[in-house]
């Protein structure tokens, strides 16, 4: 059965204690993996996309990297304004989505 | 840049009555998906369209129906409402194979 699962599903880190999240998935015939971040109330707001193990993607201090079965959501330096929850989704004839991450940063 | 626009963004109504949600898709995007997110549940999917023919199917309860129009707006129709209904209701579209959905700000639906 095709699954995305990510974890933690909560994280709190102070402000500038870098980490990262974790998105593994059983799904077969990968078209592509999306990262987006949704704050509360909100439409998810996408950040990346990755097609191809090895692939790498950075904006701010986000930086995505896949490999065959999981990608990493790494977070450089957080600031508070980078709490948000983030989800992980996947294609193949249709996006699966993750559970999601919480993450709060604490000033 | 034009973003996904959706309407109404809050809607409420009484069990057994009938909602529509419309979506309006970005420029020359070519598919729209429909997602469902319950308050601290990840989306999850309806239906989507590619080219205004029905793509795919999901978790879409028989009560629920959508179309795609000439125009690639979309409307996602609701009867027979129930308590259950109660989520966030978002659109994104995409242009097929050209990466991730975008999102719109969500319809949120309040069934009392």
């Known amino acids: 059965e095709d699954q995305v699962t990510q974890s933690p599903e909560a994280l709190r880190l102070q402000e500038g204690e870098s980490s990262s999240l974790n998105c593994s998935y059983t799904v077969s015939g990968l078209r592509g993996l999306f990262w987006y971040r949704q704050d509360p109330g909100k439409g998810p707001e996408f950040l990346f996309t990755?097609?191809?193990a090895g692939e790498e993607k950075e904006k701010e201090r986000l930086k995505a990297t896949l490999t065959k079965k999981e990608s990493f959501l790494h977070i450089t330096a957080p600031k508070p304004e980078d709490s948000a929850t983030y989800l992980c989704a996947v294609l193949r004839n249709q996006f699966y989505f993750g559970t999601g991450t919480s993450l709060t940063v604490i000033p | 840049a034009a973003g996904v626009i959706q309407s109404p963004r809050h809607l409420i109504k009484e069990k057994r009555e009938t909602a529509t949600l419309k979506c309006y898709p970005i420029?020359?995007?070519?598919?729209v998906y429909w997602y469902q997110q319950g308050p601290g549940q990840d989306p999850q999917f309806l239906i989507s369209?590619?080219?205004?023919?029905?793509?795919d199917k999901g978790s879409i309860p028989d009560r629920f129906s959508a179309q795609q129009f000439s125009d690639y707006h979309s409307e996602l129709n609701m009867s027979s409402l129930e308590l259950g209904d109660s989520a966030l209701y978002f659109c994104a579209s995409t242009r097929k194979s050209a990466g991730g959905p975008l999102f719109g700000p969500g319809t949120r639906l309040t069934v009392l």
């Open positions: 420029p020359r995007h070519d598919t």
């Open positions: 990755l097609y191809s």
């Open positions: 369209f590619y080219e205004k023919m029905q793509s």
